[in-house]
């Protein structure tokens, strides 16, 4: 069974810095492309960061330069690292295998305010 649970937000302020968690089970994540999601209030999720089987990674423009996506395969964990943080970043963020339908975990609150 694929669970998925995320770790690791809390609340910063502007410029602080935060390292997400989210461990797999299920499954082993070296085979498969995992990426970060970010859902904020009124809007659709949507996608921050991507690591693929082979180690390349893909971060979106709006956070490229800032967050970091890394996995660790003992582990069966992949990671965020954000710094500078900014109060648009405030959101639910979630991790997710790509294109499987995996169901989505709890996720984990970042909320950037002064």
């Known amino acids: 069974q694929v669970q998925l649970v995320e770790s690791g937000g809390g609340s910063v302020q502007p410029g602080g810095s935060l390292r997400l968690s989210c461990v797999a089970s299920?499954?082993?994540?070296?085979?498969?492309?995992m990426r970060w999601y970010r859902q904020s209030p009124g809007k659709e999720r949507e996608s921050v960061a991507t690591i693929f089987s082979d180690g390349r990674t893909l971060v979106e423009d709006s956070v490229r330069g800032r967050f970091i996506i890394s996995r660790d395969t003992d582990e069966n964990t992949v990671y965020l690292e954000m710094d500078n943080l900014q109060t648009e970043d405030t959101a639910v963020y979630y991790c997710n295998r790509l294109n499987r339908g995996d169901p989505w975990g709890q996720g984990t609150q970042v909320t950037v305010s002064l």
């Open positions: 299920g499954f082993a994540l070296y085979f498969y492309a």
